[in-house]
Every structure is written in structure tokens, then in C-alpha cells.
């Protein structure tokens, strides 16, 4: 696929993300991994619902910028990830509602924020460790989660919201839906209570589809 295909297809998907509320005013970010290995991402300060394909940050693997706008200066947990997983072809990070609410709860799993509710989160997401509150574009995040990208295709920051991989643009938006919808779901459930899958659940899953 060409640049300016790819450079169109982030354009659209962050609009959509924006038109259903994934993400306001100019808070989050999107990233994809072009052929040749540079990185296109949204510029600082700018908005999900009203990016310019022309404008788009083009950046090395080292951050870098090699045309377009400044990158957000949260490129870096960006790069961080990319580094660590070479299949990994697009990032979306987020401020989306339901999972910024739950990286405010007290007492999370550290390892993994979220129960496995459905069958579609462990497919495609897993588990969802947390990333100890930093301030937004402090370089220690960006360390942070290169350890944990090693096995893990997405993160939740606290205090913050989370950050989603995939092997393409497409896939990584597709990631952040389903993880927010689980986040929606759980809040729905938890004063309930809910059934989740069981560990032999979760590895008959991961047995068969292995898509994290």
C-alpha cells in the first residue's frame, strides 16, 4: 500500500474513533509503521475529528522528524512499542471514557486491569497490565512500556488511558474498540457481579487464534 493510502486510512480512522467519541478535543494519539520503516503519527496538539493527511508527522524509529508537523510528545511510547514488536504495523492511545475511568480505580490487577469477560477481549487483547502513573510524555513511560510490549499488545496507563497495538492500522483500531467495549461491559457487570471464562477458557482461546 502506498504512503498516501496509508496516510488517508489514519486520517479516517481517527475521525471515526473522534465522531464516536473515543477521543476529544486534541487528547490521544495514532501512529502507523510505513514500509520503509518510519513512522507517521498525529502532530501535537491536534484533533482525531480534523487531521490533515499532509501534515502528518513523519518520524524515525529514533523520533526523529523527517516531514510534516511536530509528533506528540507522546511519540515515544510509539517507538517504544514498534521497537519491541516488529510485527506490530499501527498504535492508537487513547483518553476513551470507559477505560480512562477504570485506569482511576483503586486496587487494579497490575498484571491485568481486566477480567477475561468475553472471548473477543482474551483474542484480542489478553490481558491488559497497568503502567504506574507518570506525568504525559515523561520518557519513563515510554521505558515502561517497552517492557511490558515484549508480550503485551496493549497497556493501560493510570490516571491516563490506554495504549493499543496491531499489526496494522486497522487491526490496532479494531483492538482499541473491542478493549474499550470490555471496559463498558465491566462496568456494567461490576455491581452484579459477573461469570467470566475460566483458565481453560482462556487457553483454548489462545491456543487457537494466538492474534495478540
Not at 524515525?60 to 510509539?78: D, P, V, Y
Request: charged content about 20%.
Amino acid at each position: 500500500m502506498s504512503e498516501s493510502q496509508l496516510r488517508q486510512d489514519l486520517v479516517r480512522y481517527a475521525r471515526s474513533m473522534y465522531q464516536r467519541g473515543y477521543s476529544s478535543g486534541g487528547a490521544g494519539n495514532i501512529s502507523l509503521k510505513l514500509p520503509d520503516g518510519t513512522v507517521l503519527a498525529t502532530p501535537t496538539n491536534s484533533s482525531f475529528g480534523d487531521l490533515d493527511p499532509d501534515t502528518l508527522s513523519k518520524v524515525t524509529m529514533t523520533g526523529e522528524r523527517l516531514a510534516g508537523e511536530k509528533a506528540s510528545k507522546e511519540i515515544l511510547m510509539h517507538l517504544a512499542i514498534y521497537r519491541q514488536r516488529p510485527q506490530c504495523g499501527g498504535i492508537v492511545h487513547l483518553h476513551s471514557p470507559w477505560l480512562t475511568a477504570l485506569s482511576c480505580l483503586p486496587g487494579l490487577d497490575n498484571e491485568n486491569a481486566l477480567p477475561p469477560i468475553t472471548p473477543y477481549y482474551v483474542m484480542r487483547v489478553g490481558k491488559l497490565p497497568v503502567v504506574r502513573y507518570l506525568r504525559p510524555g515523561s520518557p519513563v513511560i515510554a521505558e515502561e512500556v517497552e517492557k511490558l510490549a515484549v508480550e503485551h499488545n496493549a497497556m493501560l496507563l493510570a490516571n491516563h488511558g490506554p495504549i493499543i497495538s496491531g499489526k496494522n492500522i486497522r487491526e490496532a483500531v479494531f483492538n482499541a474498540e473491542e478493549l474499550e467495549e470490555t471496559a463498558r461491559l465491566y462496568f456494567m457487570l461490576k455491581p452484579f457481579g459477573m461469570n467470566t471464562l475460566t483458565p481453560e477458557n482462556v487457553a483454548e482461546l489462545d491456543a487457537l487464534f494466538n492474534m495478540k
